[in-house]
């Protein structure tokens, strides 16, 4: 639960949760540039700085989500290189991807939306809340360890 933990403590530091005001706070450089279908993000670390790339043909709240997953990255795994890859989105594929899921899961669903919502249906909460089904599954997941 360390990316859940994790995004709790940035939340309250900044007191936002909209991953395009976080990465500005945090003074990383977001870029929209075409990248291969199956790669959705990467961060890009040069001489102090970050630069977090999203893939250009997402859509926008396909980008909030990826950006969120590669701020997780960025704050939690400092000195690794990362690529936010189709295939691996949300599933457990390694202890990295697993913390950069959970960051984004929390960043992105507060569990006081997700109690205000509880009678509501998946589809109607993500469409609501402007994620994907696989997020919310995640946070519905990650909340019941």
Known sequence: MYGRNVAHDIISKYGTREPIELADRLGYIV????????????????????????????????????????????????GLGFFFMVEHTYQCTGMYEREANEFAAELLISDEVILEMQEESAEYIAKTLMISKDLLAYKYTNNRR
């Open 31 to 78: 870029i929209n540039f075409p990248l291969p279908n199956a790669i959705r993000g990467a961060i890009l670390r040069f001489k102090g700085c970050i630069a977090i790339g999203l893939n250009s043909s997402l859509n926008e709240y396909r980008k909030r989500e990826t950006l969120a997953h590669e701020i997780g990255h960025a704050i939690m795994h400092k």
